[in-house]
């Protein structure tokens, strides 16, 4: 037991000490990632933004639909779909990018586990952008800024420290199992539909609600919509912070030792 927390301790030790790296790979796999495309880079913009245009106007101009928690349902519906978009990118990206640095990863000194976190800094670019929208679609709606909103920083760590520690895991699995794109489009399918992104949690039965909290996602989705639209501070929402924090901790200390154990075995498959 103490060999794997000291195992852990050094681990994350070694994550801090390479910071500067990681800022450096994941701002050039943000360039790279668009290079030789006309559009470059707007390209991770464009898609995003075209799909919350649909929904506006099918469910808002073409279906009328009511406002939701007293706000227009546009500005509901971003809440819930903007942090999805960059979970799912995210972790997708994190989960193959032993792959794509392939030729980094069979260099003996390299060291490994900074990959999956330049992949999610790199996604974290785009996401910070699209939190810039909240704050921009809520202005032209009329909604003042409060001092609430600057909760969503809170979540944004949150949500980081879920895909970090997932990723660990999945990473590591990818490169022994390579059916794990095919797994990871359908978990995220699954998990998309079992978030409240498009259907408001209470009106489920509180005694199917439970379920539907064991989600991470549900936590971070609703914690978006706490800090714009129902002004509700995280620590109000004691017991779901607990049950996500502890999840989370257990995910990332466990997804930390996988991948080290792992890790001595990547370059042989290779």
Not at 178 to 187: E, L, R
Not at 229 to 247: A, S
Request: charged residues 10%; proline residues 4%.
């Amino acid at each position: 037991m103490l060999k794997n927390i000291k195992a852990f301790l050094l681990f994350i030790r070694d994550i801090y000490y390479h910071r500067e790296l990681i800022y450096d790979l994941a701002k050039n796999d943000f360039k790279v990632r668009y290079a030789g495309s006309f559009l470059g880079i707007i390209w991770a913009f464009v898609q995003p933004i075209i799909t919350i245009l649909i929904f506006w106007v099918v469910f808002q101009v073409g279906f009328k639909s009511l406002p939701v928690s007293n706000v227009p349902f546009i500005l509901w519906i971003i809440c819930g779909m903007i942090p999805w978009f960059f979970f799912s990118d995210a972790w997708n990206s994190a989960t193959n990018c032993l792959y794509e640095y392939s030729y980094l990863v069979k260099k003996v000194v390299f060291r490994v586990s900074i990959l999956p976190i330049v992949k999610i800094l790199s996604a974290l670019f785009i996401h910070l952008f699209f939190i810039s929208f909240i704050f921009l679609m809520f202005g032209i709606y009329g909604f003042p800024l409060k001092i609430i909103n600057l909760q969503v920083g809170y979540y944004l760590i949150a949500t980081i420290s879920i895909i970090v520690a997932l990723s660990w895991v999945t990473s590591a699995l990818s490169v022994f199992l390579k059916d794990m794109p095919q797994i990871m489009a359908i978990v995220t399918q699954i998990g998309f539909w079992f978030t409240p992104i498009f259907w408001n949690y209470e009106m489920v039965p509180e005694k199917y609600l439970v379920f539907f909290r064991l989600n991470p996602m549900f936590y971070i989705v609703q914690g978006y919509r706490d800090t714009f639209i129902n002004n509700i501070w995280f620590w109000e929402r004691y017991y779901q912070t607990l049950y996500f924090w502890g999840i989370t901790g257990g995910l990332f200390v466990l997804g930390a030792l996988f991948f080290q154990k792992l890790r001595p075995h990547f370059s042989d498959v290779l």
